[in-house]
């Protein structure tokens, strides 16, 4: 955000016909200073409140069990009742496995 407002204070110096980098260096300092205080602030700020959400949801999946049961996978027959295009787990990596040559990595060496 400090990039913006430095930006912003260069834009006005050519909007004004002022040499662009030269003219109102103060000005540019402050600017950039200003975006730089606003940036953290709006950083911290937005971290806290996704903290505090994250805290309460987390809270009430703790005491709520019920509401959260795992119903099952899509792994296995889910994939064969919807027709689904996508592979399961467990296929991809079988399928990983074969072209890679016995379980071994792309990366792996023998």
């Known amino acids: ?59 009430y999946i703790k005491h709520h069990p019920e509401d959260f049961v795992e119903k099952g996978t899509l792994a296995g027959s889910a994939f064969q009742e919807r027709g689904s295009k996508v592979m399961p787990p467990q296929v991809r990596e079988r399928k990983a496995a074969a072209f890679w040559g016995r379980g071994r990595g792309p990366r792996c060496s023998s």
């Open 1 to 59: 955000m400090a990039g913006v407002f430095w930006l912003s204070a260069l834009l006005d110096n050519g909007l004004n016909r002022r040499p662009i980098l030269r003219a109102g260096v103060h000005r540019q300092v402050l600017m950039t200073t200003l975006g730089f205080c606003l940036g953290y602030y709006i950083k911290r700020y937005s971290n806290y409140y996704y903290a505090e959400r994250d805290r309460e949801l987390f809270s």
